[in-house]
């Protein structure tokens, strides 16, 4: 097959499924309803690894705390998430297409390449988990599940946005139908009394509030970074922002209170999220035919969702970079991922966290200041902007000392903070410098 077959190819199959926009704004008329970006950004979150989350950090902070750094990172989510995912239904551009504005033309390579990749890094996370948790309740090969997992999940992304909408249709649903279940069911086996009073781990918290934000937070914050990908097929700066609040807080926090009630309510000594410790597992136990058989599907659909996302994200990011579509993208990125993920690389989630808290707040920190503060209608120009790289590397060398030294306080927040401040003293300066005398 030739080189121009093959784009012919690809051009009969973006005629079906539809454009997807890697390289230009999304026009108004290709804009997509609030209810279908409501679909696509509610589904993303609302997963059971975000009820993991909750169960680890009612097990290191007791109930009450852990509601309160989930409420409160949710929040802090919501206001950075919806701020960039204006910008990006304002434009109609994804976040390379800010990126080229804010870091260069030549130099957005580096934060979109970073985020692609970390979000690259979360499809092999979750198609791991997705693997690990069938493979141990069925008592099924755990390759074969992953890949399996994988290659579904690279399905759903080759569709498109459209598969993202697909995809929340069905997911959300069976969450809040079965999570409910869980809440509730778990819950009435120790009083909701026992759960508001639950002290954490084995009756002693260890886990700081800055800890716990910064594990909130880090748990979506490459994404939300990146959410110019999904708010610029918004029609108005409106539903933008109503369709990213049914993410965060809205759907995030549900997950993680799944997860935290749960935790709480079973007390379970030393309890492990990320083995049979958690909604599915909990389903499972049970041993009800029809329930488990809900629970197989609900974990394949649950982590789909979140899956189709990250690579939907890395595979628009990718195909920027390299000047191809999204959807050759996805199927070498999807197949990439699978291979990482038979390697158990999910084991390493909270390392994982820490690095995103690390390396990602400054880059939409950045964004921010530049594009609501200094250059509102600035046009993709410079090859390199020097001055977005030196706040970057603030930010990040802030928060690193932070969580070397301070670890009680938020990284993901001070870094956040630190490269917006750096870059808004910068800018000050800049604008300053080329006023007329």
């Given at each position: 097959?030739?080189?121009?077959?093959?784009?012919?190819?690809?051009?009969?199959?973006?005629?079906?499924?539809?454009?997807?926009?890697?390289?230009?704004?999304?026009?108004?008329?290709a804009?997509?309803?609030?209810?279908?970006?409501?679909?696509?950004?509610?589904?993303?979150?609302?997963?059971?690894?975000?009820?993991?989350?909750?169960?680890i950090?009612?097990?290191?902070?007791?109930?009450?705390?852990?509601?309160?750094?989930?409420?409160?990172?949710?929040?802090?989510?919501?206001?950075?998430?919806?701020?960039?995912?204006?910008?990006?239904?304002?434009?109609?551009?994804?976040?390379?297409?800010?990126?080229?504005?804010?870091?260069?033309?030549?130099?957005?390579?580096?934060?979109?390449?970073?985020l692609?990749?970390?979000?690259?890094?979360w499809?092999?996370?979750?198609?791991g988990?997705?693997?690990?948790?069938?493979?141990?309740?069925?008592?099924?090969?755990?390759?074969?599940?992953?890949?399996?997992?994988?290659?579904?999940?690279?399905?759903?992304?080759?569709?498109?946005?459209?598969?993202?909408?697909?995809?929340?249709?069905?997911?959300?649903?069976l969450?809040?139908?079965?999570?409910?279940?869980?809440?509730?069911?778990?819950?009435?086996?120790?009083?909701?009394?026992?759960?508001?009073?639950?002290?954490?781990?084995?009756?002693?918290?260890?886990?700081?509030?800055?800890?716990?934000?910064?594990?909130?937070?880090?748990?979506?914050?490459?994404?939300?970074?990146?959410?110019?990908?999904?708010?610029?097929?918004?029609?108005?700066?409106?539903?933008?922002?109503?369709?990213?609040?049914?993410?965060?807080?809205?759907?995030?926090?549900?997950?993680?209170?799944?997860?935290?009630?749960?935790?709480?309510?079973?007390?379970?000594?030393?309890?492990n999220?990320?083995?049979?410790?958690?909604?599915?597992g909990?389903?499972?136990?049970?041993?009800?035919?029809?329930?488990?058989?809900?629970?197989?599907?609900?974990?394949?659909?649950?982590?789909?969702?979140?899956?189709?996302?990250?690579?939907?994200?890395?595979?628009?990011?990718?195909?920027?970079?390299?000047?191809?579509?999204?959807?050759?993208?996805?199927?070498?990125?999807?197949?990439?991922?699978?291979?990482?993920?038979?390697?158990?690389?999910?084991?390493?989630?909270?390392?994982?966290?820490?690095?995103?808290?690390?390396?990602?707040?400054?880059?939409?920190?950045?964004?921010?200041?530049?594009?609501?503060?200094?250059?509102?209608?600035?046009?993709?120009?410079?090859?390199w902007?020097?001055?977005?790289?030196?706040?970057?590397?603030?930010?990040?060398?802030?928060?690193?000392?932070?969580?070397?030294?301070?670890?009680?306080?938020?990284?993901?927040?001070?870094?956040?903070?630190?490269?917006?401040?750096?870059?808004?003293?910068?800018g000050?300066?800049?604008?300053?410098?080329?006023?007329?005398?």
């Amino acid at each position: 097959m030739t080189k121009t077959s093959n784009v012919d190819a690809i051009d009969d199959v973006d005629h079906v499924l539809g454009e997807e926009y890697e390289h230009q704004p999304v026009p108004m008329a290709a804009r997509r309803s609030l209810f279908s970006v409501t679909t696509v950004w509610i589904g993303f979150p609302m997963i059971i690894t975000g009820a993991m989350t909750g169960s680890i950090l009612v097990l290191g902070m007791g109930f009450k705390s852990a509601f309160w750094a989930m409420l409160i990172g949710n929040l802090v989510m919501f206001a950075y998430i919806s701020a960039i995912g204006v910008l990006g239904t304002r434009r109609g551009m994804n976040f390379a297409l800010l990126a080229s504005i804010v870091f260069g033309k030549k130099g957005y390579v580096f934060a979109s390449g970073l985020l692609s990749t970390l979000l690259l890094g979360w499809y092999a996370v979750q198609t791991g988990i997705t693997g690990a948790l069938i493979s141990s309740a069925y008592d099924l090969n755990y390759v074969t599940m992953t890949i399996v997992a994988g290659l579904l999940y690279i399905g759903i992304t080759f569709i498109g946005v459209h598969g993202l909408h697909l995809i929340g249709l069905v997911s959300v649903p069976l969450f809040v139908i079965l999570g409910g279940w869980v809440v509730f069911d778990s819950a009435s086996t120790a009083g909701w009394d026992a759960v508001f009073a639950y002290a954490g781990n084995n009756g002693a918290a260890s886990m700081s509030m800055g800890v716990g934000l910064t594990v909130v937070i880090a748990l979506f914050i490459d994404a939300g970074t990146v959410s110019g990908d999904i708010n610029r097929w918004a029609k108005d700066s409106k539903s933008s922002i109503i369709a990213t609040f049914s993410a965060f807080p809205f759907a995030n926090l549900a997950a993680m209170l799944v997860g935290g009630v749960m935790t709480a309510a079973l007390a379970v000594p030393n309890a492990n999220p990320f083995g049979a410790d958690n909604m599915f597992g909990y389903m499972h136990a049970k041993q009800i035919g029809w329930l488990g058989l809900l629970a197989f599907l609900f974990l394949y659909c649950n982590l789909g969702s979140v899956c189709a996302h990250v690579l939907y994200h890395a595979a628009t990011g990718w195909s920027r970079i390299i000047g191809t579509r999204m959807r050759v993208m996805a199927v070498v990125l999807g197949i990439v991922g699978i291979v990482v993920a038979a390697g158990n690389v999910w084991a390493f989630f909270i390392q994982w966290l820490t690095l995103l808290g690390i390396l990602v707040p400054p880059i939409g920190a950045i964004i921010l200041v530049d594009q609501y503060l200094y250059r509102k209608n600035a046009e993709i120009s410079e090859d390199w902007r020097p001055t977005a790289f030196v706040a970057w590397a603030i930010g990040s060398a802030v928060a690193f000392v932070v969580d070397f030294y301070a670890p009680q306080y938020c990284t993901a927040i001070c870094a956040m903070l630190a490269g917006g401040i750096a870059y808004a003293i910068i800018g000050r300066q800049s604008v300053a410098a080329r006023a007329p005398a």
